[in-house]
């Protein structure tokens, strides 16, 4: 007997970015500040020397905004069906007077399991792609990801599970900026075995993680 097809029930998945720092400082000594994600009223700014990274994101309107511990980045009512693919843009600055490395990790930090039309168990987290891109200007990360006008550049760089996921080291110059694409999407070829009938919606949370390293004198 095979499985028939239904229409997609749409998905309100709830996808936040939870932003977490660990600095590590290398000098004659070595000494490590951990800030968890439990303080609602620590900033994403933080000092250490002549260290100073402020992390953003790009609101509706274009413009950025500076992420708080606990800021949402991603709207929870944007609703994944297959084919949906979401673009956020974020922004990285070295606005203290010393170059450093730094990495950006991707983690998963909470899922809800649901009831798929056949009435299997499924976890959305294994039907949901993503890509994280880096780039020097806006317009670079426009021409990467086809924003405006379409999204088919975006939809090739996110076919990474949503797993832990770690970048490449990369360099930040004091004063200097890069940015990222986040790329969330669901497929087109998913199908009802990730299409819910059940009260729970399934749901993932994401955390992102920035990891930086001073270089030495």
Request: aromatic residues 10%; glycine residues 6%; hydrophobic residues 40%.
């Amino acid at each position: 007997m095979t499985k028939t097809k239904k229409p997609f029930k749409r998905i309100a998945l709830s996808l936040s970015l939870i932003m977490m720092m660990l600095w590590i400082m290398l000098g004659t000594s070595t000494s490590v500040a951990w800030f968890s994600d439990t303080s609602n009223t620590l900033h994403n700014i933080f000092h250490i020397g002549d260290f100073s990274l402020v992390v953003s994101y790009q609101q509706e309107n274009g413009t950025y905004k500076v992420i708080e511990q606990n800021t949402k980045v991603l709207n929870d009512e944007d609703l994944y069906e297959p084919g949906y693919v979401k673009v956020q843009y974020l922004k990285i600055e070295n606005k203290g007077t010393q170059d450093f490395n730094f990495k950006t990790a991707v983690q998963v930090t909470g899922f809800k399991k649901s009831t798929n039309v056949f009435g299997e168990e499924f976890n959305l987290k294994d039907y949901i792609r993503f890509g994280l891109i880096f780039a020097d200007s806006e317009a670079e990360l426009d021409n990467l990801t086809g924003i405006p006008d379409n999204r088919k550049k975006a939809v090739e760089k996110a076919n990474d599970l949503l797993n832990d996921y770690s970048s490449e080291q990369m360099l930040l110059g004091a004063g200097k900026t890069k940015y990222a694409a986040l790329i969330i999407r669901m497929p087109e070829e998913v199908g009802n075995e990730a299409n819910y009938r059940s009260s729970t919606v399934p749901e993932v949370t994401l955390g992102l993680v920035f990891t930086a390293e001073q270089l030495h004198n």
